[in-house]
């Protein structure tokens, strides 16, 4: 049998396709940063600080991983932010969105278990089991939960993505951005974010639907009415 020889890439050899070639580099490098630059653009008269976060029924925390069944250090200080809205009279709900696909993975009871350890009742905390990625839990906030208007709260890096595609889906939304030290995972976050940039424009073009969207809950408005 013959062996197949992979042929390696041919460089230029002249001065002009190597002029042509740096340039197609570079248009590449453009074209993938468009949509990160966008965002960065387009929120930034929506981000506030837990200081000056406006005053609402709702506030959205996204899931962030966990490790041992327990928040991650990065989720549990998306946490304490929502719990210092809720304490200081900010927020009287907190919306806790992330991934419940399987049964040994649960991270909105997670969440809720934290928030009611560091001072929210849990009836003030409503669990979204089907926020898959930031998208789907922006369209199931509204849809799902009719939220309307609420605060966001993630890490820095990510959160010019979760306010832009909450206004997409119908959710007036303002983004609290959760500073961390700069370690490898907040330096990989910041990474994937040119990346996942570009998947957000195309929801944002396409409107797509969730991955499961399911009948309507009326958990925030129970939450809202409770007396707790």
Same mark, same amino acid.
């Given at each position: ?50 200081? +000056?976060?406006?005053?609402? /029924? ?18 549990? %200080?998306?946490? +304490? ?6 304490? $200081? ?6 919306? !806790? ?6 049964? /040994? ?7 809720? !278990?934290?928030?009611?350890? %560091? ?6 905390? !409503? ?19 009719? #939220?309307?208007?609420? !605060? ?14 909450? /206004? ?7 983004? #609290?951005?959760? +500073? +961390? ?11 994937? $974010? ?12 396409? %409107?797509?639907?969730? %991955?499961?969207?399911?009948?309507? $809950? ?11």
């Amino acid at each position: 049998m013959r062996r197949l020889r992979l042929r390696r890439p041919r460089l230029p050899r002249t001065r002009a396709g190597w002029r042509q070639f740096v340039q197609v580099v570079a248009a590449g490098c453009v074209l993938a940063l468009l949509p990160a630059t966008w965002l960065w653009v387009s929120t930034a008269d929506r981000l506030r600080t837990l200081q +000056d976060a406006p005053r609402t /029924d709702v506030a959205v925390v996204f899931g962030a991983g966990l490790w041992d069944g327990e928040p991650s250090p990065y989720l549990a %200080h998306r946490l +304490d932010a929502a719990a210092a809205l809720y304490r $200081e009279g900010r927020v009287k709900v907190v919306l !806790v969105t992330g991934d419940n696909s399987r049964k /040994d993975y649960d991270e909105p009871d997670a969440m809720r !278990v934290y928030l009611a350890k %560091h001072g929210v009742p849990r009836a003030r905390v !409503v669990t979204d089991y089907a926020g898959f990625d930031t998208w789907d839990s922006c369209v199931r906030a509204k849809k799902i939960f009719g #939220v309307d208007k609420a !605060v966001l709260i993630s890490q820095n890096f990510h959160i010019r993505r979760a306010v832009a595609l909450c /206004d997409a889906a119908g959710v007036d939304s303002y983004g #609290v951005g959760v +500073d +961390d030290t700069h370690d490898a995972t907040w330096y990989y976050g910041g990474t994937r $974010e040119v990346f996942a940039a570009g998947k957000a424009a195309l929801d944002l073009m396409f %409107h797509p639907d969730p %991955h499961f969207l399911g009948p309507k $809950e009326k958990g925030i408005t129970r939450a809202l009415a409770s007396g707790k």
